[in-house]
């Protein structure tokens, strides 16, 4: 697979792409760029190889399934803000909201593939550098609590951040990258709802995470 592997800013992705329901903005994620962007310097990023979409109050595994709390509105308003949560009392999880304002609908996003500012990454993860080999790379942002950590995304930080405005810390762009194959499988790490083919996936990325295929 062709890997674009520049820092360089792209567009970002409008909020109208975020409209549609999970499983369709999730699988058009894939490609993207999520940047955290820094006054300081370069900007970190990585490119979206896997997600997981979660269908709002129809879906016993999405946080929004028990109807709106002050937890999860995020999810419940405009499409296209970050919904972060607090899992395991370990780490952190960030999906972005979809559907149209007023009905719930989230994108968990799960691995990514570095691009930039891997030495802030590895030091946010606390893992020694320079790196060493593909799977020192693989360990920065394969799973979605390392990805957060490794953006230094934080529920106090992060939750309800707009993905689409143009001073956002956190955004995801669109660098025009040609995505190739993509795998659908059932979601992972969850117990309610776990057949659902919702979980989505570049083909032969050695960047996902669990390699349920």
């Known amino acids: 697979m062709a890997r674009h592997t520049s820092c360089a800013q792209a567009s970002i992705v409008p909020r109208k792409f975020y409209l549609k329901a999970p499983d369709v903005v999730a699988r058009k994620l894939l490609g993207k760029l999520l940047v955290r962007n820094s006054k300081a310097g370069e900007p970190i990023m990585g490119r979206i190889v896997e997600v997981e979409a979660y269908f709002g ?13 002050a937890r999860n509105a995020v999810l419940f308003g405009p499409p296209g803000h970050a919904y972060v949560y607090f899992i395991y009392g370990v780490h952190f999880c960030l999906n972005v909201s979809c559907e149209p304002d007023g009905r719930a609908g989230g994108v968990l ?11 802030a990454m590895a030091k946010a993860r606390g893992l020694p550098t320079p790196l060493a080999g593909a799977r020192a790379l693989a360990n920065l ?3 979605p609590g390392r990805l957060c950590q490794a953006l230094g995304v934080t529920r106090v930080r992060d939750n309800g951040a707009d993905f689409t405005a143009p001073a956002s ?7 025009g990258f040609p995505v190739g194959d993509v795998l ?24 996902v995470s669990g390699r349920r295929v």
């Open 57 to 69: 109050e129809a879906d016993p595994a999405s946080h929004s399934f028990p109807g709106k709390t």
């Open 141 to 143: 942002t394969s799973g």
């Open 109 to 119: 996003f799960r691995a990514l593939e570095p691009i930039c500012g891997l030495e």
């Open 169 to 175: 810390e956190l955004q995801i762009q669109d660098d």
């Open 184 to 207: 659908v499988t059932p979601r992972i790490g969850i117990s309610k709802d776990a057949e659902r083919p919702a979980r989505f996936l570049l083909a032969g990325n050695p960047f």
